[in-house]
């Protein structure tokens, strides 16, 4: 059983595009997130969720939108594709706010190539 | 400066040696430290996580934290061919909810 899955796993589209990626998770946690991993391989938190409430947004533009319909959801909508938004995309979950003895666990990430 | 810095490799010994990987870090206010590991083409999987100073050992796996340097380490002992991957380490304090921060990554290969 997959316990954060995201679709797509590959996403090839031109700049200027507009794009979603989704992520479900089935354990039942209340916060999810999403990270951005560059091509050398920093990872970097992007947007969190607890119980469907935005708790963390870092300096991204704002043609990152995230959604979440619920707490097993969050979907990532890019506007306006450029270049420099390529990279692997991870969803993540875990149960609680705060980092005292929760782990974080992700998905298998959607690479994404703007051409 | 970035706020955690961790050399990316590659590095790459032969198997059953000891490995270390190490990180370092300028913000005193982090409290937890995590060791994550990624395959290639996957996801980051934790590996080892330790709250404040001290060291802490699980199976060939031994992470150390000292806060006074600002410096954490794991150590691998008898490497096996399986644990060739990209080590992460991640840090975060009480403030800011789960707020993680990452190191680039030390990408290692254990040759058998």
């Known amino acids: 059983d997959t316990a954060v899955s995201q679709t797509p796993k590959y996403l090839v589209t031109q700049m200027g595009n507009d794009k979603s990626i989704k992520c479900e998770q089935n354990l039942g946690h209340d916060t999810m997130y999403w990270y951005k991993q560059d091509s050398k391989k920093f990872l970097k938190i992007m947007f969190s969720y607890n119980n469907k409430e935005l708790i963390i947004n870092e300096t991204v533009p704002n043609r990152f939108s995230p959604k979440s319909p619920d707490k097993a959801h969050l979907n990532l909508h890019i506007n306006s594709l450029e270049l420099g938004d390529s990279a692997v995309y991870f969803c993540?979950?875990?149960?609680?706010?705060?980092?005292?003895?929760?782990?974080?666990?992700f998905g298998p990430g959607t690479r994404l190539l703007v051409l | 400066q970035k706020e955690v810095e961790q050399d990316p490799g590659p590095l790459s010994v032969p198997e059953g040696a000891i490995v270390s990987l190490n990180c370092t870090y300028s913000n005193s206010a982090f409290q937890y430290f995590m060791w994550y590991r990624q395959y290639s083409r996957k996801g980051p999987e934790l590996l080892m996580y330790?709250?404040?100073?001290g060291n802490k050992e699980d199976g060939r796996f031994t992470a150390q934290v000292d806060k006074s340097s600002k410096y954490i380490s794991l150590f691998i002992r008898d490497s096996q061919p399986s644990d060739s991957a990209t080590y992460l380490c991640a840090m975060g304090g009480i403030q800011g909810a789960q707020k993680l921060v990452f190191g680039q990554g030390t990408r290692l290969t254990i040759n058998p």
């Open positions: 993540a979950s875990s149960q609680g706010m705060g980092l005292a003895g929760r782990t974080q666990y």
């Open positions: 330790t709250y404040s100073s």
